[in-house]
């Protein structure tokens, strides 16, 4: 979306952008807008200015993960989703039929971890300015003088969010016990995390840059 025009020696120009995200997991998205305008003005004939700023904010979110990205583990080797998906058993449904999250066992309920879990939310916001002036020196054939300044600023906010899921023990048949069925014998809560728990984080970033010229 964008709008430009001008008033008597002000030119200006505004635009603005959206953008959604939407993984096909539960959980998994991500939003981002753009704001930016630009504005010019002429004071005199030969004294001019011009004011630059943009905002951006995205917002990322998606299923928790514990201990530093590791995951749903605290072994390594085991704790990455993908990883895990290479032991979970083909007989080993997710849920019951009415939706009650199965336990299989030492593996987790995967299902239950992306969807029930917890979430990670980060949310980033920029701001850059710019602004600059410019002199025509009217005695000197060709010269002038101009300047600019540009702060920016980056603010990060992280929202932490752990739970543990309710899983439901349910009869196996079977001479093995390999067939789960949707009869439920009792419920736990899953092992992680460890401790449920709500985590916020924020950082903010500067940078200023100066510039003049003569030409």
């Known amino acids: 979306l964008t709008a430009s025009g001008g008033i008597g020696n002000v030119k200006y120009l505004i635009s603005g952008s959206y953008l959604t995200s939407t ?25 001019s200015g011009f004011i630059n700023m943009e905002y951006n904010q995205g917002r990322n ?27 979970y058993l083909p007989n ?30 980060q949310i980033r916001r920029n701001y850059n300015m710019l602004f600059g002036l ?24 992280v929202h932490q969010l752990d739970k543990k899921v309710t899983i439901y023990d349910v009869a196996k048949l079977g ?10 014998i009792g419920t736990e809560k899953s092992a992680y995390p460890t401790k449920e728990k709500y985590a916020q984080s924020q ?7 100066l510039d003049f010229s003569a030409s």
């Open 23 to 47: 993984a096909a997991v539960k959980n998994v998205d991500f939003k981002r807008y753009n704001i930016r305008s630009n504005v010019n003005m002429n004071f005199t004939k030969d004294f």
């Open 61 to 87: 979110e998606r299923f928790s993960y514990w201990n530093d990205g590791v995951g749903f583990s605290i072994d390594p080797d085991l704790g990455s989703i993908c990883g895990r998906t290479l032991y």
């Open 92 to 121: 080993a449904k997710p849920m019951t039929a009415d939706g009650k999250l199965i336990n299989p066992g030492w593996i987790g309920n995967l299902v239950g971890f992306i969807e029930q879990g917890g979430t990670e939310t």
């Open 134 to 157: 410019t002199y025509k020196v009217p005695f000197v054939s060709g010269l002038s003088i101009s300047g600019k300044i540009s702060p920016s600023y980056i603010n990060s906010t």
């Open 175 to 184: 001479s093995n016990g390999a067939i789960y069925t949707d009869s439920v």
């Open 203 to 209: 950082e903010l970033t500067s940078n200023y840059q």
